[in-house]
Nanobody
């Protein structure tokens, strides 16, 4: 059974940093493109960042470019999201997801498996 478990969320002041982790099990993690999404109350789920299974390609939403870094450790079956210079508008539940394709797409429907999410709250 494929499972994704996020951790690392919390409450942080604006300008602070957090590092999210996503532990994967039940599949060959190193053959799948992965992504991070987020969903704020009353808003649709939105793409944050994606990384190819080869680690050679990454893609970011404009809103986080230059502040967030996606990475993965295939030996540890773990996906990461380093978030720096956090802003109140980054407040959301953050989800990791496994893509159905090799290409990094921003649409949630391209991702078949999701974690339960971890809450990130940025205070002003």
């Amino acid at each position: 059974q494929v499972q994704l478990v996020e951790s690392g969320g919390g409450l942080v002041q604006a300008g602070g940093s957090l590092r999210l982790s996503c532990a994967a099990s039940g599949h060959t993690f190193n053959t799948y493109t992965m992504g991070w999404f987020r969903q704020a109350p009353g808003r649709e789920r939105e793409f944050v960042a994606g990384i190819s299974w080869t680690v050679s390609n990454t893609f970011y939403a404009d809103s986080v470019k230059g502040r967030f870094t996606i990475s993965r450790d295939n030996a540890k079956n773990t996906l990461y999201l380093q978030m720096n210079n956090l802003k109140p508008e980054d407040t959301a539940v953050y989800y990791c997801a496994r893509s159905m394709t090799d290409t990094i797409y921003p649409q949630p429907y391209q991702y078949a498996t999701w974690g339960q999410g971890t809450q990130v709250t940025v205070s002003s």
